[in-house]
């Protein structure tokens, strides 16, 4: 079994479309993450969810909504798609509100997002 | 605000040739540090961490890491490298609610 699974995997899209990202964790974890990684492999944190609620909003375009329906999962929605948009997008989770109690996030395999 | 820096983009080593990666610091008291291996087409999964104490931390995969407050280090090390260890490797510290990236170092093996 996946411990965190996104959908899809790969996504080509064209720019000013809408598109979702979908993560699921199955580890019991309370706590979520996106992540996004720009082509020189920089990893950024977007958001944090610990059990539906937003604890961690770094400085992205209103153009990501973030939606945590429950625990187990945390979806990233972009509306009006840009080039600069394109990257890998990964989810993560961790078991406690802050990651630093363990120090272990447990990340999906990423989302490859490409904007023609 | 608290970073690392990863000095070297690319490595490469023979197999069973032994590997060190370098990390460094940039914090006034204990930062909280980590490595972290993304192999390729995959998520990143922990290698070790390092919050007090003991300065050698021993991680998954035959890997270890030595803070050093002297030198604001804490490079990754391992003895005989082998073909799978190919990856891009991040150095990584974190405050209360997140953690920072450094840029990734990544390691090729010549067979």
């Known amino acids: 079994d996946t411990a965190v699974s996104q959908t899809p995997k790969y996504l080509v899209t064209q720019m000013g479309n809408d598109k979702s990202i979908k993560c699921e964790q199955n580890l019991g974890h309370d706590t979520m993450y996106w992540y996004k990684q720009d082509s020189k492999k920089f990893l950024k944190i977007m958001f944090s969810?610990?059990?539906?609620?937003?604890?961690i909003n770094e400085t992205v375009p209103n153009r990501f909504s973030p939606k945590s329906p429950d625990k187990a999962h945390l979806n990233l929605h972009i509306n009006s798609l840009e080039l600069g948009d394109s990257a890998v997008y990964f989810c993560?989770?961790?078991?406690?509100?802050?990651?630093?109690?363990?120090?272990?996030?447990?990340f999906g395999e990423g989302s490859r997002l490409t904007v023609l | 605000a608290q970073s690392v820096t990863q000095p070297d983009i690319h490595i490469t080593v023979s197999e069973g040739a032994s590997l060190e990666l370098r990390c460094n610091y940039s914090?006034?008291?204990?930062?909280?540090l980590f490595w972290y291996v993304q192999s390729p087409g995959q998520g990143l999964q922990l290698l070790l961490k390092y919050f007090s104490g003991d300065t050698l931390v021993q991680g998954i995969k035959g890997f270890e890491a030595e803070f050093k407050r002297s030198q604001s280090s804490f490079n990754l090390r391992k003895p005989s490298v082998h073909w799978s260890d190919a990856a891009e490797y991040f150095c990584?510290?974190?405050?209360?609610?997140?953690?920072?990236f450094g840029t990734g170092t990544r390691l090729q093996v010549t067979l």
């Open positions: 969810y610990n059990n539906k609620e937003l604890i």
């Open positions: 914090y006034g008291a204990t930062p909280y």
């Open positions: 993560a989770s961790s078991q406690e509100r802050t990651s630093l109690n363990t120090g272990e996030l447990f």
């Open positions: 990584v510290t974190g405050t209360a609610s997140k953690l920072t």
